[in-house]
């Protein structure tokens, strides 16, 4: 997957589940690792870093 749908599937998701997204993303990415998938896994890693950008900074 490259950058741009990574992008696009991290906002959809983000506004699909809200803070939820980015451990959705991290269970998928598990999941197919699990099952020996790594492209798939490289995917749903690049799609929980641009949650992780949306979100911005933890706030304490």
Known sequence: MDAIRSAEYARALYAAHGDRAE????????????????????????????????RGANQS
């Open 23 to 54: 451990a959705e993303a991290a269970q998928k990415e598990q999941h197919c690792k699990a099952m020996g998938n790594l492209d798939e896994a490289e995917s749903w890693q690049a799609v929980r870093r641009a949650i992780r950008q949306m």
